[in-house]
Nanobody, 126 residues
Framework: QVQLVESGGGLVQAGGSLRLSCAASGRTFSSNAMGWFRQAPGKEREFVAAIKWSSGSTYYADSVKCRFTISRDVAKDTVYLQMNSLKPEDTAVYYC???????????????????WGQGAQVTVSS
């Protein structure tokens, strides 16, 4: 089992930046991919970005492409989400997630992941 703890959320003005961190512990060597999702009030949880743990290759939702960057530090068992040029519509609770086995294509659905963090609130004011 992998335990995930997010940090780095907060309040920022539109156009600003934030960096989220997701520290993993437990059976981290079993993770195939890590992902970031977000959920705004009254909306479904949506995919933001994913990274393959071994190769570092990345994949993004169109809504955040060129503004957000996902990365990982293997030595620290930590995944990051650098968010630039933030918009009010980016306001949500952000969750990191871990997937243990490989998948054909990219894991972009919540059901593709078996371990979740507690979430970090990101609020972007206009």
């Amino acid at each position: 089992q992998v335990q995930l703890v997010e940090s780095g959320g907060g309040l920022v003005q539109a156009g600003g930046s934030l960096r989220l961190s997701c520290a993993a512990s437990g059976r981290t060597f079993s993770s195939n991919a890590m992902g970031w999702f977000r959920q705004a009030p009254g909306k479904e949880r949506e995919f933001v970005a994913a990274i393959k743990w071994s190769s570092g290759s990345t994949y993004y939702a169109d809504s955040v492409k060129c503004r957000f960057t996902i990365s990982r530090d293997v030595a620290k068992d930590t995944v990051y989400l650098q968010m630039n040029s933030l918009k009010p519509e980016d306001t949500a609770v952000y969750y990191c997630a871990a997937r243990g086995i490989g998948l054909v294509g990219w894991p972009t659905m919540p059901q593709h992941y078996g371990n979740w963090g507690q979430g970090a609130q990101v609020t972007v004011s206009s």
